[in-house]
Nanobody, 126 residues
Framework: QVLLVESGGGLVQAGGSLRLSCAVS????????MGWFRQAPGKEREFVAA????????YYAASVKGRFTVSRDNAENTVYLQLNDLKPEDTAVYYC???????????????????WGQGTQVTVSS
């Protein structure tokens, strides 16, 4: 069983920054593609950012490109999401996800991932 634990969420004013972390259990982390998703109240979970096993390939939703940065540290079994220039519409629960199935590159669909964290709340005030 692979466990994912997110941290780093909180309340921040518009224009502020946060850094989310996702610690992943197990020895196979360096082979996983990873992703970040978010879900606002009353809305479906949506893709935010993803990266391949090495972190060399990344992809972002248009709404966050240029403001968010995804990265990973395979030695620490951790993936990060740096959130800059936050806006009220970024308010959501943020989830990290791991894909243990084979496949190259990054993945943007919720069904592409096998394991999910419990989420961390990000609230941006105007």
């Amino acid at each position: 069983q692979v466990l994912l634990v997110e941290s780093g969420g909180g309340l921040v004013q518009a224009g502020g920054s946060l850094r989310l972390s996702c610690a992943v259990s197990g020895r196979a982390f360096s082979s996983y593609a990873m992703g970040w998703f978010r879900q606002a109240p009353g809305k479906e979970r949506e893709f935010v950012a993803a990266l391949n096993w090495s972190g060399a390939s990344t992809y972002y939703a248009a709404s966050v490109k240029g403001r968010f940065t995804v990265s990973r540290d395979n030695a620490e079994n951790t993936v990060y999401l740096q959130l800059n220039d936050l806006k009220p519409e970024d308010t959501a629960v943020y989830y990290c996800a791991a894909r243990s199935r084979s496949g190259f590159g990054y993945f943007t669909g919720t069904k592409d991932y096998d394991y999910w964290g419990q989420g961390t709340q990000v609230t941006v005030s105007s």
